[in-house]
C-alpha cells in the first residue's frame, strides 16, 4: 500500500473514533472467540447461550454468557447439507428462530462470488450436537440473472405471518413471505434496501421490530479477503440500519434517505484497533435487560485475514430512535 493511502486511511480511522465514540467490543474469554464470521445466537431455558456462525456445516458454540467462555461444540450438519452443490459442506450465515417448541436454523449454501446459492433448512428440538435434522432447500434460491443472490437468511414473525429476509449483492436486500411453518417460501420477494454505487456491497440483513418500527440491520462493504485485496478507507465491512413502520418497507434511513437508494445509519463502523464490523444480528438479551448486537470484526495488531475474525458484542443505545453502540 502506498504511503499516502495508509495515512489517509489512519486519518479515517481517527476521525471515525472522534465523531462517533464508539464503544469497544466486549472482551470475550474462551477458546473459541475466534473463527466469528456471522453470529447468531439462541439462549436456551437452561441460560445457555448457543452461538453459529460460518464454515463447515455451521459452526456451534457453547457459554455461559454473551461474553463466555465459549467452546466450540461441534458442527451443526457434521457431513454438509443435502443441497447438491460445490458449497455443500461450508454453510454461510446460519439464522436461529424458535419456532413453536422447534429450533429452526436457516443457512446459506454458496460459493464466493457466484449467484448460484440456496437457503437451506435444519431443525432440532434442543440446538444439541447431533440433534439436527437437515430439510435441505427452503426454494429461496438464485442463479445467475435474478435480480438477488440467495444467502444470508433472517427469519421474523410478522403479524402471525413469517418472512425471511436474505439478499447480497446484485440487487442486494430482499424478503419473501413463508409458509407455516416456515419451511419454504409462499410469495414473491419483495426489494427491501439497495446500494446503487460500484459493487452494490449490502448483504446480512436482519430485522427486528422495536416500539413499532422494523428495523433492518445489514452489513455494508466487502467483509472479506481484507488481507489481499485491501479496499479504501470506508469500502470495508460496518453495519448500518433503516427502518420503516412496515416489515416490507418503505424504509429510510436517520436522514430521511431511502434505503433502495443507498440510504442507511452507520451503526458500527471500524474504529480504533477494530476493523471491518459485521455480519451482525441483534437480540433483546434478558439477563442485559436491552438489546444486544453481536458481530464479527478484525483487531488490526492481530490480523484482518478470514480467519482472524472475532466475536464480540455491544449493548445497543436507542435513546433518539435509532440504534448507536
Ligand atoms: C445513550 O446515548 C445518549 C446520547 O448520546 C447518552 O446521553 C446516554 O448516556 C447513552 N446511554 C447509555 C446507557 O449509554
Avoid at 199 to 221: K, Q
Amino acid at each position: 500500500m502506498a504511503p499516502f493511502l495508509l495515512a489517509a486511511a489512519a486519518a479515517g480511522v481517527l476521525f471515525s473514533a472522534l465523531a462517533q465514540g464508539y464503544a469497544n467490543p466486549e472482551p470475550c474469554k474462551g477458546t473459541s472467540c475466534g473463527d466469528g464470521h456471522d453470529p447468531a445466537l439462541a439462549r436456551l431455558s437452561d441460560g445457555t447461550y448457543v452461538r453459529f456462525s460460518t464454515g463447515g456445516g455451521g459452526r456451534i458454540y457453547n457459554a455461559p454468557s454473551l461474553s463466555g467462555p465459549w467452546t466450540y461444540k461441534c458442527d451443526m450438519l457434521p457431513s454438509g447439507s443435502r443441497i447438491s452443490s460445490s458449497g455443500s459442506k461450508d454453510l454461510w450465515a446460519p439464522d436461529v428462530s424458535l419456532v413453536g417448541s422447534t429450533y429452526y436454523v436457516y443457512y446459506s449454501v454458496s460459493d464466493f462470488g457466484t449467484q448460484v446459492s440456496e437457503i437451506g433448512l435444519a431443525t432440532s428440538k434442543t440446538l444439541e450436537c447431533g440433534t439436527f435434522t437437515d430439510h435441505g432447500s427452503t426454494g429461496v434460491s438464485s442463479v445467475a440473472g435474478k435480480s438477488y443472490n440467495a444467502i444470508d437468511p433472517n427469519l421474523i414473525l410478522v403479524d402471525g405471518e413469517y418472512k425471511l429476509s436474505f439478499g447480497s449483492f446484485w440487487g442486494d436486500l430482499f424478503q419473501v413471505p413463508m409458509k407455516t411453518p416456515p419451511t419454504a417460501a409462499s410469495g414473491a420477494a419483495v426489494a427491501l434496501a439497495f446500494e446503487p454505487k460500484t459493487t452494490h456491497a449490502e448483504e446480512g440483513s436482519f430485522m427486528i421490530l422495536r416500539n413499532g418500527y422494523y428495523y433492518l440491520f445489514y452489513s455494508h462493504g466487502q467483509c472479506c479477503g481484507l488481507d489481499t485485496s485491501t479496499p479504501a478507507a470506508g469500502d470495508e465491512y460496518m453495519i448500518r440500519v433503516c427502518r420503516s413502520l412496515s416489515a416490507t418497507g418503505p424504509f429510510i434511513d436517520e436522514d430521511s434517505v431511502s434505503c433502495q437508494n443507498g440510504g442507511g445509519t452507520i451503526v458500527l463502523q471500524s474504529h480504533g484497533d477494530v476493523y471491518a464490523p459485521g455480519g451482525q444480528s441483534v437480540y433483546l438479551d434478558p439477563v442485559e435487560g436491552s438489546w444486544v448486537i453481536i458481530y464479527h470484526y478484525f483487531s488490526r495488531k492481530k490480523g484482518v485475514a478470514d480467519a482472524d475474525s472475532l466475536y464480540s458484542w455491544n449493548r445497543l443505545n436507542w435513546s433518539n430512535g435509532w440504534p448507536s453502540v
